[in-house]
């Protein structure tokens, strides 16, 4: 079984940072690509950003220039610094990951979601 644990999550004031890990444990044969994703009260589920497992980057314009993604291979683990913070970026973030686990096929895992909020 596979699972993705999230940390870092907080209440912060605009223009301050915060640092979310997402760890992934279990019988894991390789992971492709891992990324983040935000979901605000009343909107859908959008992307924050995503890594593949080469290192190539991608971001919503929103966050560009404010957030960096990055991921230690060794530990399974992706990474959201985000710096410059604004009260709209106040959301449920998720840790999302493209998994083989042993003996099985590519499944797209979620974590249980840490919340963000940030204050004016």
């Known amino acids: 079984q596979v699972q993705l644990v999230e940390s870092g999550g907080g209440l912060v004031q605009a223009g301050g940072s915060l640092r979310l890990s997402c760890a992934a444990s279990?019988?894991?044969?390789?992971?492709?690509?891992m990324g983040w994703y935000r979901q605000a009260p009343g909107k859908q589920r959008e992307l924050v950003a995503t890594?593949?497992?080469?290192?190539?980057?991608n971001y919503a314009d929103s966050v560009k220039g404010r957030f960096a993604i990055s991921r230690d291979n060794a530990k399974n683990t992706v990474y959201l610094q985000m710096n410059s913070l604004k009260p709209e970026d106040t959301a449920v973030y998720y840790c999302n990951a493209h998994i083989f686990p042993r003996g099985g096929s590519l499944y797209a895992y979620w974590g249980q979601g840490t919340q963000v909020t940030v204050s004016s």
């Open positions: 890594i593949t497992s080469g290192g190539l980057t």
């Open positions: 279990g019988s894991i044969f390789s992971i492709n690509g």
